[in-house]
């Protein structure tokens, strides 16, 4: 049982670079989010898509853009990689946006801009 | 909007004694509160949850919470730690109105040595 997958688990790009960081779940989950994980900072959450079809900013979104291509994916992409976005990037998705609906995560990526 | 601080970015203990992580909460309305752990190179995985039921919650791996809305506390223990409980901890809130999003704690690692 996969769970949340991410794709790819490493990644370095130089400066002004573009990538898309993938993300699928097979729980038949109505919602996904994207966080990025720095030291000593928790996890922040950039964007989430409450049901397929929707998407909407989270707490630090600029540099990103999201889609959530169906109900099973929701990708993540910087446009103009900066080294602040140099992070541990981590796909989650819930059963539905209740708050009682725990997160499942993926495993990360690792993405550092040179 | 609702908060979480968790006390001590690093708890040292000794195989086989108490652990205590502690985490405490701001939220104007009844919140649902979480524990996840995060081993190295993993993703969050989910410990235990509290959602407005029972004060004292059991989760995985002998590890329980107790929720106390007079200290707005939900300090995370377990009786006797174990070498693998070494982790990275967080603590998360949301509300339980609608579709909310997960706030987490900076995080607590837990050292566990021999």
């Known amino acids: 049982n996969a769970g949340v997958t991410q794709t790819p688990k490493f990644q370095v790009l130089k400066t002004g670079q573009s990538m898309t960081l993938q993300c699928a779940q097979d729980?038949?989950?109505?919602?996904m989010y994207w966080y990025r994980q720095d030291p000593g900072m928790g996890l922040r959450l950039i964007y989430y898509?409450?049901?397929?079809?929707?998407?909407d900013k989270g707490e630090v979104p600029n540099g990103y853009n999201v889609s959530r291509l169906n109900k099973r994916e929701f990708s993540l992409r910087l446009e103009s990689a900066a080294p602040s976005q140099t992070s541990v990037y981590f796909c989650?998705?819930?059963?539905?946006?209740?708050?009682?609906?725990?997160?499942?995560f993926g495993d990360g990526t690792r993405l550092s801009i040179l | 909007a609702q908060s979480v601080t968790q006390l001590g970015s690093h708890v040292s203990v000794s195989e086989g004694a108490l652990v205590l992580l502690r985490c405490n909460y701001s939220?104007?309305?009844?919140?649902?509160l979480f524990w996840y752990v995060q081993y190295p190179n993993q993703g969050l995985q989910l410990l235990l949850k509290?959602?407005?039921?029972?004060?004292l919650v059991k989760g995985i791996n002998g590890f329980e919470a107790e929720f106390k809305k007079s200290e707005t506390s939900f300090h995370l223990t377990k009786p006797s730690a174990h070498m693998s409980d070494a982790a990275e901890y967080f603590c998360?809130?949301?509300?339980?109105?609608?579709?909310?999003?997960?706030?987490f704690g900076t995080g607590t690692r837990l050292l566990v040595s021999p």
């Open positions: 509290y959602t407005s039921a029972a004060t």
């Open positions: 998360a809130v949301t509300l339980n109105t609608g579709f909310q999003k997960l706030v």
């Open positions: 898509s409450a049901s397929e079809g929707t998407t």
């Open positions: 989650a998705s819930s059963e539905a946006g209740g708050g009682n609906q725990p997160q499942h």
């Open positions: 729980m038949n989950h109505n919602s």
């Open positions: 939220s104007s309305v009844p919140p649902y």
